[in-house]
DNA sequence: CAAGAATCCTGTCAGC
DNA sequence: TGCTGACAGGATTCTT
């Protein structure tokens, strides 16, 4: 999916093009994404005015002046597009388009489904079920060692794991752990455990960093991804070991002799990419 | 309770 | 060119 600096970027879109304006015409497409969308979407959203916006997590949340919030999960594949009234048909997956008042279409498009829309009451957005659960944003100051050090200690899976593990800290997906774990020099097989403590000291700025490093840049592109406006996030050419197998990890390693490039591993059933000479 | 596997779904790409 | 299998940003649900 996209993670936390996508979902920012596509957040702050969204923002740009729908604060203060009137939802004119809501049309639901195929009603079921990962679950059902709520009962009268559309008539819950009609005639609406969008008074604000917020990140938690993975999840977007528009807030409407009639007291709820549209709940959104992008899931591995979503996207939003921004396109003006008179640009046409509905794209392809296109499974939510919400039309303006000043004459733009923002469509909420996701060929694998794995994405969520729900209506939540804004006063306890965060009492949602989808958002109960979630450990800390990574960028605020609640996130630091003490905090990440408790949330680790005693926990018997790899750091990898745990990390994608949205309890643990909101927001992370596969490529910003493999990054971070990177910037960290610390090994995705490590254990959890054994990170609580001075290597939490380390990992929580590399977390922080490369987050805010993508952010700046718009994000990452991916296959199934871009910009709200369109336009490509480039922090995918920041990444240093994210599908990079083989590659040398870049101007800090030594490279040859002794250099075995950065190794693709598989940790539950997902991609880990990491320098096992950098990271221990 | 915790950890790992299976699962949802569509599209793309590498290899034959 | 067409087919097949592996793989893709996630996170819940099911098994162990």
Redesign the pocket.
């Known amino acids: 999916?996209?993670?936390l600096p996508?979902v920012e970027t596509v957040m702050r879109g969204l923002r740009a093009r729908l604060e203060g304006r009137v939802l004119a015409r809501v049309r639901v497409g195929r009603p079921d994404l990962?679950w059902p969308f709520p009962a009268g979407l559309g008539q819950r959203l009609t005639g609406a005015r969008v008074t604000g916006f917020r990140r938690r997590?993975?999840?977007i949340l528009m807030r409407l002046d009639r007291g709820e919030s549209l709940l959104l999960?992008l899931?591995?594949?979503g996207r939003m597009l921004i396109a003006p009234e008179q640009a046409g048909d509905p794209a392809?997956?296109e499974h939510l388009s919400l039309h303006t008042d000043d004459g733009w279409r923002v469509g909420f498009v996701d060929?694998?489904?794995?994405g969520s829309v729900d209506l939540v009451p804004t006063e306890a957005e965060d009492a949602h079920k989808?958002l109960a659960?979630l450990g800390p944003e990574p960028l605020e100051a609640a996130f630091d060692a003490v905090a990440l050090s408790a949330a680790l200690r005693?926990?018997?899976?790899?750091i990898k794991?745990?990390l994608?593990?949205?309890r643990t800290v909101a927001g992370?997906?596969?490529?910003y752990v493999c990054e971070a774990l990177f910037r960290a020099r610390l090994s995705p097989q490590r254990g959890?455990d054994s990170v609580a403590g001075a290597r939490a000291g380390r990992l929580v700025p590399a977390i922080k960093a490369v987050l805010t490093d993508a952010i700046a840049a718009g994000?990452?592109?991916?296959?199934?991804?871009v910009q709200p406006d369109g336009e490509l996030g480039y922090f995918q050419h920041a990444w240093q070991v994210?599908?990079r197998a083989g590659e040398t990890c870049g101007a800090a390693c030594p490279g040859p002799p002794g250099c075995v490039g950065i190794r693709?591993i598989?940790?539950?059933?997902?991609?880990s990419f990491y320098c096992p000479r950098r990271q221990r």
């Open positions: 999916m996209p993670e996508e990962r997590a993975k999840y999960h899931g591995m594949s392809l997956h060929p694998r489904r794995f989808l659960g005693g926990r018997n899976t790899p794991a745990a994608l593990d949205q992370l997906g596969n490529i959890a994000g990452s592109s991916l296959r199934d991804y994210y599908g693709r598989v940790q539950s059933g997902r991609s």
